[in-house]
Nanobody, 122 residues
Framework: VQLQASGGGLVQAGGSLRLSCAASGRTFTNYRMTWFRQAPGKEREFVSTITWNLGTISTADSVKGRFTISLDRAKKTVYLEMISLKPDDKAVYYC????????????????WGQGTQVTVSS
C-alpha cells in the first residue's frame, strides 16, 4: 500500500492550499482516510477524517470551518481543502489510512504517507 501526499507549499496568511493524497495497492472498503499534522516540537495532531464507504466526516475544532476533507473514490484520492490559513497551521501534513474507530489517534493507523510541508507566512 502506498499513500502519496502532495500539494503543500508556502502561502501567506489568509491564503489557501489543497492537499492531495493518492492511495494505491489495495481496496480501501471499510477503511478511513485521515489527515494529521505535526508542527516542529509538537505531537502529531488529528485534522480531519472521512470514511471510505459512507463518506462520514469528522474534523478537529481547530480547523473546522476552514478545512474541508473530501474523497474521490474513483481516483482513490483524498483531498484537504484549506482556506483562511494561519501561521499556526504551519506543519507537515500526513495522510493515513486504517480501520480504527479511534480516528483521532495516530497509533491506530496502519498506512502512512510521507508528509507534505505547509508553511504559512504572517
Amino acid at each position: 500500500v502506498q499513500l502519496q501526499a502532495s500539494g503543500g507549499g508556502l502561502v501567506q496568511a489568509g491564503g489557501s492550499l489543497r492537499l492531495s493524497c493518492a492511495a494505491s495497492g489495495r481496496t480501501f472498503t471499510n477503511y478511513r482516510m485521515t489527515w494529521f499534522r505535526q508542527a516542529p516540537g509538537k505531537e502529531r495532531e488529528f485534522v480531519s477524517t472521512i470514511t471510505w464507504n459512507l463518506g462520514t466526516i469528522s474534523t478537529a475544532d481547530s480547523v473546522k470551518g476552514r478545512f474541508t476533507i473530501s474523497l474521490d473514490r474513483a481516483k482513490k484520492t483524498v483531498y484537504l481543502e484549506m482556506i483562511s490559513l494561519k501561521p499556526d497551521d504551519k506543519a507537515v501534513y500526513y495522510c493515513a489510512s486504517g480501520t480504527t474507530s479511534s480516528y483521532d489517534r495516530s497509533i491506530g493507523y496502519r498506512y502512512w504517507g510521507q508528509g507534505t510541508q505547509v508553511t504559512v507566512s504572517s
